[in-house]
């Protein structure tokens, strides 16, 4: 059984910052992209950022130079730091992460963690 936990998430002031953390485990043979989404209430979910198994990046515009994703192939896991942080950033953010279980490669998707910034 492949499991991703994401931890982190909190209520911060507008212009703080937060970092989210994903870890997956089981019997996993490989990881290959992981991301970020996130998904504001009554709004679609949003990919926010992803991160290739070789570490190239890409970010959606509306979180460019304000956050950044990184992974510790090491420990399976995979981080968002949040800077900046406005209220428009508020949602459930939820990692993504392709994983191969012996020859099968599967999406696996995070419980969540709320993100609210506010003053």
């Known amino acids: 059984q492949v499991q991703l936990v994401e931890s982190g998430g909190g209520l911060v002031q507008p212009g703080g910052s937060l970092r989210l953390s994903c870890a997956a485990s089981g019997s996993i043979f490989s990881i290959y992209a992981m991301r970020w989404y996130r998904q504001a209430p009554a709004k679609q979910r949003e990919l926010v950022a992803t991160?290739?198994?070789?570490?190239?990046?890409n970010y959606a515009d509306s979180v460019k130079g304000r956050f950044t994703i990184s992974r510790d192939n090491a420990k399976n896991t995979v981080y968002l730091q949040m800077n900046s942080l406005k209220p428009e950033d508020t949602a459930v953010y939820y990692c993504?992460?392709?994983?191969?279980?012996?020859?099968?490669?599967?999406?696996?998707w995070g419980q969540g963690t709320q993100v609210t910034v506010s003053s």
């Open positions: 993504n992460a392709d994983i191969q279980v012996a020859t099968t490669l599967t999406a696996r």
């Open positions: 991160i290739t198994s070789g570490g190239s990046t």
